[in-house]
């Protein structure tokens, strides 16, 4: 019990947010993003070989996952070897309705089974008779009911539930969950059931320190029911169009609030003026609202804000010389606006940032110059927007840079060589058609990129030559078309590769396969509309780690793929052609 | 074989199992009695008695302090389990932390 005062489990979701907002978006072409999202779940993984013997204790419970069927019970057991057990089965996707038996009254904790395949309202008993033990439970994309919820009543030491994605939940689940007082952590995501009557449940919930709402869109004059709760530190209203200036009056009292996301609601320059007494915020989200830049004017009273996103707001140039106020700022996001370099100027003194980004904003060359003394920046995102070559002069200075995103702007191979100093950087992206192997020869200083996106660029089998000084490559691609086979040679020793793309090099063929053979860390691999051919394919067999395999236009069929899956390819899980 | 390189593992019915000290140490429990710089008894006389676990339970550990050893030296095979020792085994695991 006394364990349950110094849980954390609210913290993990907040920093995750502010953790894509400085080094998500890696580039546009969306393949690599995938890399962050993994397939498995968060569990223990436990695996033989690779050097680490693995302890006793973990032998023991994947022979029990795999003999499952055996145990009828394992209430018998300490509390904290069934939670691992439990664990194990979730996470090898062999737990079921049946299994799940032997778990009655095991005292166990946490019980995380969201996205899990088949879990109803019959789980719920089992799941309730941990009783006051259990303390988290992730339902999220279940079929639970509300006639399942009231199972929960009597596990009144709950402090997390997730119900996100559960669209048979309703006001009435809610009723049901009032009583859970001790609850810290709620979450409802995407509910079209939840409307301001049942929200009133919300009233009791008085330990409430974050609540995620994020895709509701029945919720609008339901917030005056968190008046009360004092202790509410995170609020996530991302996506619900229904919330309006109304709604935010009653969040004013909120002192305590630090994490607050409204993007894409009907909020406007009004709304924010109940924000100004929020002042230990740090993060707001406000993409997509219609707000002004007069509402720089109620935040600027923020002093703790940390994170600002005003994507896609349409803020013009006027007004932007409140942004000079906003000096602890380490993230602003500012893309997709009407902003020129004229209100880059304004940016000059916000010294703290550590991420901007500018995506498809009017700006260019003489505008970086404002950039120049923020220092401690580690993330630009400058796509889509008018920058050139003699622009990157006012960037070769921020040492500490670790991601730049250069795709679809004006920059050519003259001004790459400004780039060359900057160490730190991990993350480039240069999808840019004029760019040629010459600028990538301008580059190979940076032996620390991990992340590397030429996809429109032309580098030919010439240019790949260069690609031997970036060693630590998790990702790369490039679908220029002027690859073959011979530039392949130079990409098959890049040993760390777990994203590799291709695709578009009409040139290439089954060698190509037979060359990234031994790139055995590859978890995604695109080489559509190539020659590539079916019977190339057995040379992937290799790459048990591959987890998505895309062959468009190639003289592969889906079978193919598929019986490549089921001899040597587990862990594939997506593929195309399909 | 030096007697201090060697040491003497009882199970609950008093079966001795005398395995070399490095093996033993395996366990972070048994390796925290062995080292610790109290007085503990089994310090002294490189005894350690394990009321609640069985002979056969205790002859299994041992066996897998030796298989983590030849593990740890690159001979990577797999170490077979009984399925009707698992439960005890790995309660047994969970004290020893092993």
Known sequence: ?578 | MKKEDMVKLISAEGFEFVIDKDAAMVSQTIYNMLTSPGSFAETQHGEVTFPEISTTILEKICKYFYWHLQFASGKETEFPIEPELTLELMMAANYLHT
């Open chain 1, 1 to 578: 019990m006394g364990g349950a005062c110094s849980r954390k489990s609210d913290q993990r979701d907040n920093e995750d947010i502010l953790h894509r907002g400085v080094s998500g978006k890696y580039c546009k072409s969306g393949s690599s993003k995938w890399l962050a999202t993994s397939f498995s779940r968060p569990a223990i993984d436990i695996q033989l070989g690779r050097g680490n013997c693995p302890p006793l204790m973990d032998l023991c419970i994947r022979k029990i996952c795999e003999d499952i069927d055996r145990y009828n019970t394992f209430s018998m057991l300490p509390r904290d070897i069934s939670q691992q057990i439990f664990n194990e089965l979730v996470y090898s996707q062999r737990l079921t309705d049946v299994s799940l038996k032997a778990f009655r009254d095991c005292a166990i904790q946490d019980l995380y089974l969201g996205e899990y395949p088949g879990v109803n309202d019959s789980w719920m008993d089992v799941i309730s008779s941990q009783g006051s033990s259990l303390l988290s439970v992730d339902l999220s994309g279940s079929e639970v009911t509300d006639t399942g919820l009231l199972h929960l009543k009597d596990c009144t030491n709950l402090l997390a539930l997730n119900f996100d994605y559960c669209d048979q939940i309703s006001d009435r689940g809610l009723e049901l969950i009032s009583g859970l007082l001790n609850l810290t952590s709620l979450s409802f995501r995407r509910n079209n059931a939840i409307t301001a009557k049942g929200m009133s449940a919300f009233a009791n919930l008085v330990n409430l320190v974050k609540l995620d709402l994020e895709r509701c869109p029945e919720i609008h004059g339901g917030l005056v029911n968190l008046k009360g709760l004092s202790k509410l530190e995170s609020l996530n209203l991302k996506c619900c169009n229904c919330i309006t200036d109304d709604d935010m009056k009653p969040l004013s009292g909120l002192t305590n609030l630090k994490a607050l996301q409204i993007s894409c609601s009907r909020v406007t320059d009004f709304g924010i003026t109940f924000l100004k007494g929020l002042h230990k915020l740090s993060l707001l989200n406000l993409e997509g609202c219609r707000v002004t830049a007069a509402c720089l004017d109620s935040l600027s009273a923020l002093a703790t804000l940390l994170y600002l996103n005003l994507n896609r707001c349409n803020l013009p140039d006027d007004g932007c010389e409140n942004f000079s106020r906003f000096r602890n700022l380490k993230v602003l996001y500012l893309g997709f606006n009407e902003i020129t370099d004229a209100c880059l100027v304004h940016l000059k003194g916000l010294t703290n940032l550590e991420s901007l980004n500018l995506d498809s904003c009017r700006i260019g060359d003489e505008g970086l110059v404002n950039l120049t003394g923020l220092r401690h920046l580690k993330c630009l995102e400058l796509s889509d927007t008018e920058v050139g070559s003699s622009g990157l002069r006012h960037l070769s200075g921020l040492a500490n840079l670790e991601s730049l995103n250069l795709s679809f702007t004006v920059v050519d191979d003259g001004g790459l060589r400004k780039l060359s100093g900057l160490s730190s950087l991990k993350s480039l992206n240069l999808d840019v058609r004029q760019i040629s192997d010459t600028g990538l020869a301008a580059l190979t200083s940076l032996t620390g990129l991990t992340h590397l996106d030429l996809f429109g660029a032309r580098i030919t089998d010439a240019g790949t030559n260069h690609l031997r000084n970036f060693k630590n490559l998790r990702s790369l691609e490039i679908c220029g078309g002027g690859l073959t086979d011979t530039g392949v040679k130079n990409i098959k020793n890049l040993s760390y590769l777990r994203l590799l793309n291709l695709s578009q090099n009409s040139n290439l063929t089954d060698k190509t396969l037979e060359l990234i053979s031994g790139l055995t860390e590859l978890v995604s691999l695109n080489v559509s509309n190539s020659r590539i051919t079916s019977v190339g394919l057995r040379h992937l067999k290799t790459l048990k780690n591959m987890k998505s395999l895309t062959l468009e236009g190639c003289k592969v069929t889906a079978n193919d793929i598929k019986r490549l899956q089921s001899t040597d390819l587990p862990n594939l899980v997506s593929f195309r052609p399909e």
